[in-house]
């Protein structure tokens, strides 16, 4: 039965299979990943079922651990690590290094500054030729891809002044000044991209 406490999100489920067909080919079979900013815990619980041998480490600001508790605790699936305290501004990041780094939907939300922190974060945490994925539309060389994501935009810099779609060519400098490097540029549905960063 629906548990009507759970958080959802509709684009988690539009999104999760086009996204899953990508990890399959990047993602290491076993492990540990950590997922930065794990939402309502949805993807999570989707993907990790696909990795058996790949313990998912998931991770957000405090207040959205309750509700990520709860989808992971309806499927109690062995690789589905509860979630850790991971605002990328305030919180210490975990003191062990990962195999790989997934996180979706999350730069345009972020203000500049944590975008800045998570590349920072990454870079510090992140084992020698793996990936760091990051799912989201981007803008590339000030231009969009799409007047969907004009409007996106638009909407989401209403809504709060610090979030924004994120340009490529700023976030290539912020690899770099990371020891990172866009190694992928993975076109996906709605506007969207993966890409996939490892450190040189």
Same mark, same amino acid.
């Given at each position: 039965m629906f548990n009507t406490q759970k958080p959802y999100s509709e684009s988690c489920d539009e %999104?999760?299979?086009? /996204? *899953?067909?990508? *990890?399959k080919t990047k993602l290491p079979k076993l492990g540990n990943l950590l997922e930065i900013g794990s @939402?309502? @815990?949805?993807h999570a619980v989707i993907f990790a079922r696909s990795f058996p041998k790949l313990n998912w480490h998931t991770s957000d600001v405090t207040e959205a651990h309750a509700g990520i508790q *709860? $989808? *992971?605790?309806?499927?109690?699936?062995? %690789?589905l690590i509860s979630p850790i305290p991971l605002d990328?501004? %305030? !919180?210490? $990041?975990? !003191?062990?290094?990962f195999d790989a780094i997934f996180t979706a939907n999350t730069s345009h939300i972020m203000s500049q500054q944590a975008v800045e922190a998570?590349?920072? @974060?990454?870079s510090s945490v992140l084992k020698a030729d793996v990936p760091f994925l990051t799912y989201g539309p981007f803008m590339y060389n000030g231009k969009h891809t799409s007047e969907s994501n004009v409007r996106f935009d638009h909407w989401l810099r209403t809504r709060a002044q610090h979030q924004g779609v994120r340009d490529v060519s700023w976030l290539k400098e912020l690899a770099t000044n990371n020891g990172l490097y866009l190694d992928e540029? /993975?076109?996906m549905p709605a506007n969207n991209r993966i890409l996939v960063w490892r450190l040189k």
């Open positions: %999104n999760a299979q086009p /996204i *899953l067909e990508v *990890l @939402g309502t @815990g949805q *709860l $989808w *992971l605790d309806e499927v109690q699936q062995e %690789n990328v501004l %305030n !919180d210490q $990041w975990p !003191d062990q290094k998570m590349f920072k @974060g990454v540029d /993975i076109e």
